[in-house]
């Protein structure tokens, strides 16, 4: 049996990783990496390369600890691929703010046009640019340049091995403000350019750009694209249990322009990985696109720490992730419209808007011909045109609000964002209560912990509906599911009766 590992490298245990290494497990691809000090290759869990002896390998729990080490990306197993490691306390302090800081790292769209320096990272997390340093070498092993270096270097690896754009392009989507400095740091890195690192690499396919991006098993594909087809608004979006796909069109704003056309995500269940083919339209936004589907399909989840803790109570539930979303903003105007009515109901008014509001788009897709509405387009929506599609007033006030919110970017809907401070400030917003600010935290903003505890069809579930203050005692039922309730959630959910789960 593997013990459980925690992901950084002090806390490792070797022997066990050495296990996982052998049997080439899957569920801990991304949680640590392994240095090869007889080739100086670094390389995940699940590659199929000979196996290295046990006296040859070092174990790291970040890439970036591996690269800092000395040691290059393996370019048959490609780290770049592996799920991202992300893990979650609600016990120690440096340890929050460590992971939030690399939490903010992480999300290319926490900083609007520009990339963070150390002291903009200490100023979002409210300390010290010293003090920021300290905590995350503490926990991670590097600094936070080293981490965001290899971020860069890694999502840079993959464009140059899953797609045809330009070198200079890609130096651009990663990151680097020259090609120059892309390529110095690409030599010193990997001891190789570019150029010929896509030569040496993973043939491209012939048509279009094919992006793995990998997960750890457990996997519920069947309820992911169930929970999204029942939810699908036609024109916009499609999911397809039959061939194991989703796609959607999708508009994306960065460095003052707007990046409209469409992906499909197709799941490959025997490698643990989802391929994404994007339009050519796209090109420009990959690191975001790549970053928003890894979101919106929750494939960066940790199913042996979340099954720890939430396994006793939701034994069926192991496989199953919280759906995410592609547009928070899109994400938190769905929210409100489905307040208080049937999934089917909801998705009736949403395709009512986008039939009214959403802007045609030429795809190759017959299913994807409308984007959603974007958002300076609800913003100045009239209440009679709301009303005429069938919402009424209070949730016509809160659309708007929203739409305004988010078009003068007094609000952000993403993973990056403050949830607290985010969560207060949907609150204050007309017609959105705890119960729709939670929804959208659990769902836009991924915060594991988000808990609806005014959710009827949630108290069913646990059996308090029946109690003076169901909402209360919802409460008081999820405290052992901490930290990861969002997904004690979607579990309580799955297990109602389908008449009964066609209300959330």
């Not at 036609?234 to 194991?244: I, Q, T, Y």
């Not at 729709?436 to 808990?451: G, K, S, V």
Request: charged share 20%; aromatic share 8%; hydrophobic share 45%.
């Amino acid at each position: 049996m593997i013990q459980r590992m925690s992901p950084d490298t002090a806390t490792l245990q070797p022997d066990a990783c050495y296990l996982a290494l052998q049997a080439r497990d899957a569920r801990f691809d991304g949680r640590f990496f392994i240095g090869v000090t007889s080739t100086g290759i670094y390389c995940r869990p699940v590659c199929k390369v000979r196996m290295p002896k046990r006296e040859n390998c070092r174990f790291f729990g970040h890439a970036a600890q591996a690269e800092s080490a000395g040691f290059r990306p393996c370019l048959r197993c490609r780290p770049e691929l592996a799920p991202h490691s992300i893990t979650w306390s609600i016990q120690d302090a440096s340890y929050i703010l460590a992971h939030q800081a690399a939490r903010l790292l992480d999300e290319p769209e926490a900083w609007s046009e520009s990339f963070p320096s150390v002291e903009q990272l200490a100023a979002r997390l409210g300390v010290s640019d010293r003090h920021v340093r300290r905590i995350f070498e503490t926990q991670f092993g590097v600094s936070p340049v080293q981490y965001l270096q290899t971020r860069r270097l890694l999502t840079a690896k993959q464009l140059l091995a899953d797609t045809d754009l330009p070198i200079t392009q890609v130096a651009l989507a990663s990151g680097y403000s020259s090609l120059r400095r892309f390529n110095a740091a690409f030599v010193e890195h990997y001891g190789l350019n570019p150029t010929r690192l896509r030569r040496e690499g993973a043939s491209r396919p012939a048509r279009g750009m094919a992006i793995r991006l990998g997960y750890r098993p457990p996997y519920d594909t069947q309820a992911m694209l169930g929970f999204l087809g029942k939810r699908a608004i036609s024109g916009v979006e499609f999911a397809d249990l039959a061939s194991g796909s989703t796609g959607r069109t999708i508009s994306i704003e960065s460095g003052g322009q707007s990046h409209q056309g469409w992906l499909v995500g197709e799941f490959d269940e025997t490698r643990h990985q989802l391929v994404l083919r994007v339009s050519d339209s796209l090109r420009g936004v990959l690191p975001v696109v790549i970053h928003r589907l890894r979101a919106a399909l929750d494939l960066d989840a940790d199913p042996n720490a979340i099954n720890d803790v939430l396994h006793a109570s939701f034994p069926q539930g192991d496989g199953l992730r919280v759906p995410g979303t592609m547009s928070g903003y899109e994400l938190a105007v769905r929210a409100v419209l489905g307040q208080q009515i049937t999934v089917a109901a909801a998705r009736t008014l949403a395709q009512r808007m986008v039939d009214r509001f959403g802007e045609p788009i030429e795809t190759p897709l017959p299913q994807l011909t409308r984007l959603f509405p974007q958002p300076p387009v609800l913003a100045a929506a009239s209440g009679d045109a709301l009303g005429q599609l069938g919402i009424v007033k209070q949730r016509q006030a809160a659309i708007v609000a929203i739409a305004q919110a988010v078009a003068d970017k007094r609000l952000q809907l993403h993973g990056g964002a403050d949830v607290a401070a985010t969560v207060e400030a949907l609150k204050a917003l007309p017609g959105i209560g705890d119960w729709t600010a939670q929804y959208i935290a659990m769902r836009a903003l991924r915060w594991p912990d988000a808990f609806p505890a005014g959710d009827v069809a949630l108290h069913k579930a646990l059996g308090v509906q029946g109690g003076p203050n169901p909402a209360r005692a919802a409460q008081a039922a999820s405290q052992p599911w901490k930290p990861w309730r969002s997904y004690a959630v979607i579990r309580a959910w799955a297990a109602m009766p389908a008449k009964a789960a066609a209300t959330i």
